[in-house]
């Protein structure tokens, strides 16, 4: 049966009402009427989220980041001058054959070797020599044999001569010929020596104590006075370094100041002194040698390289930790806030560093208010506030 209500008005009309269909408009007018204040709802709450947004961001806006700063002011150090340079010995001494020269039959010392002055370093076959040595012996000896009889004839003279046998003309005849007997021992006495003296030039000896740097001789080798040197020696095992600076660091060094060497790929470092400072400069480079005297060490090889530092007195600098010292394509610099606490860039120039700090050759003052640490984080025109740290 269908749900239908049916009125009777006085007009005499009938009006059939469906309430089925009445419950269904108020439904559809409910949904719609709730799909509007959720709508509005997360309308508001959507613009109240960016006005909150905008708020913060304005906010964060105003923030101004705290950078500690260090006055680092000027402190009296050492005044180092860092160089580089190659590795040589002090005194490299080549060493070659005296004398005539001959095949090479022994060599009795190689590179690295450690020898003293006269110690025979290679020897040279002698065996035309040693004959050339037996005849002029032989001479020497039949000399003196006629020097004798020369003797023994000029006193046989003499004893007659009292009995007047014998004249005075042939006194000082045997005389005269005793004399020269005695002269041509000499002579071939002294061909001996220089032959003796030849055979001995045969054998390569050290001129002076020090270390074999090179060998440049094998067994079977002809040499002569005209040949290379066979042997390279450092006189006492002594080294240096050859470093080069610059013109106005050159004027800061003198004899005798200490300085210390490592070389190159060693963790060695060596302690030396300068004991040449050359007396001009390079016209092309503007730099001049200065040499620096090391005691022998197995890592000091010449030919290597070495970097040197050279204290040249004391001088009055800011030192910095490294911490504030930053660097880019352009170089070293550090970051300064000025009077309106505002950050700057400031070049400099680095002096030495060490653990202590680095020190600032050039390019503040050390009254300056440099940012310690937070310089990566920061940039040029920014607003600060600084927080001073003692240096």
Do not use: C
Not at 89 to 100: C, H, L, T, V
Not at 131 to 142: E, I, R
Not at 179 to 184: E, G, P, T
Not at 351 to 371: C, K
């Amino acid at each position: 049966m269908m749900n239908r209500e049916t009125s009777i008005y006085n007009s005499d009309t009938l009006v059939v009402v469906d309430r089925a269909r009445q419950r269904r408009l108020l439904i559809i007018a409910a949904a719609v009427l709730l799909a509007l204040i959720v709508g509005i709802t997360a309308l508001v709450m959507t613009r109240n989220a960016a006005q909150r947004q905008q708020a913060a961001a304005s906010a964060g806006a105003g923030q101004v980041p705290t950078v500690t700063i260090i006055v680092p002011g000027s402190s009296q150090m050492a005044r180092t001058i860092s160089a580089s340079g190659p590795l040589a010995a002090k005194r490299d001494q080549p060493i070659g054959i005296a004398g005539s020269g001959g095949r090479v039959i022994r060599v009795l010392v190689d590179a690295g070797t450690w020898v003293h002055a006269g110690q025979v370093l290679a020897v040279i076959d002698r065996s035309v020599q040693a004959q050339q040595f037996a005849q002029m012996a032989a001479q020497v000896d039949s000399a003196r044999a006629n020097a004798a009889l020369a003797q023994s004839n000029y006193e046989r003279a003499v004893a007659l001569q009292g009995r007047g046998f014998v004249s005075k003309a042939e006194i000082d005849s045997k005389k005269a010929t005793r004399d020269a007997a005695y002269a041509q021992v000499r002579v071939a006495q002294a061909q001996l020596s220089s032959m003796r003296a030849e055979i001995g030039r045969l054998n390569v000896v050290a001129p002076a104590s020090g270390l074999i740097l090179a060998r440049s001789v094998e067994v079977g080798q002809v040499v002569g006075a005209g040949s290379p040197a066979l042997f390279r020696l450092a006189e006492g095992g002594q080294m240096e370094m050859r470093a080069q600076l610059a013109q106005q660091d050159l004027a800061l060094v003198h004899v005798g100041i200490p300085a210390s060497v490592t070389p190159v790929g060693s963790g060695r470092t060596l302690s030396g002194q300068v004991w040449q400072v050359a007396p001009v400069i390079d016209p092309e480079s503007r730099l001049g040698d200065v040499r620096i005297a090391v005691p022998y060490d197995p890592s000091m090889r010449p030919g290597g390289f070495a970097e040197a530092k050279i204290t040249a007195g004391t001088t009055t600098a800011p030192m910095l930790p490294q911490s504030a010292v930053l660097s880019d394509d352009r170089g070293n610099y550090v970051y300064i806030i000025n009077a309106r606490n505002q950050v700057e860039r400031r070049d400099i120039k680095i002096g030495t560093v060490n653990d202590t700090g680095v020190t600032i050759a050039s390019g503040i003052s050390g009254n300056e208010a440099v940012v310690l640490s937070a310089g990566p984080f920061l940039n040029p025109g920014q607003k600060v506030s600084p927080k001073r740290q003692a240096a």
